[in-house]
């Protein structure tokens, strides 16, 4: 995969794949048959293919994965579909992700991981998730943030966080809420891998 595409091996911030992030590789392969010709599935001429992802470890490295799961009441952004067409920022120390876009939904389901290598650990964490609304001719739009704490302490005690957080618009001064007066949420899953071997 290096000899192919060098540092995007093993470093990819963005994309349509469920996993990216730092050591890691995700790709799909069409599926041939013994006699060598690619396997067409049930619909006609889509070759069939399987997707694998390989995950390095290195000893001296902690790794943190993020699973962006999912974003609910979001306000309405497109005047036309009464919709929003979101995608998500993802910040956390020097990383900084972006989610693939979910098209013509208040409540998208991005379900994609990001993955990150910690070579030192600070005594609290801070990952902050903006929420964007893509449009194709103007700017896009930036509905609102969540800024998620993570003490180090609570990370070795548990091994992660999973929870739901409340967006704030970009002034910092309220939480973002639909039509109805729901709150908007993005809703995150955080796992730590040690390093197995100390790190400071």
Known sequence: ARAVEGDRA?????????????HVKEEPFKLGGEDGVDVIGVQAGVNSAIKLRIKYFSRNMTYLELHLERASSLPKMDAGLGTCDAYAN???????FR????????DPHFNQWFRMGLEELKDEMECRVQIWDWDRFDEDDHMGDAVVKMPREKLMEVGGLDG????????????????????SCIHLKFEVYWAAEPIC
């Open 10 to 22: 093993a470093f990819n911030m963005a994309g349509e794949g469920d996993m990216i992030g730092f």
């Open 90 to 96: 993802v910040i956390v120390g020097h990383y900084n």
């Open 99 to 106: 989610s693939r876009v979910v098209k013509n939904s208040l």
């Open 164 to 183: 739901s957080y409340g967006l704030i618009d970009s002034e910092g001064t309220d939480y973002v809420k639909n039509a109805k007066g729901e709150r």
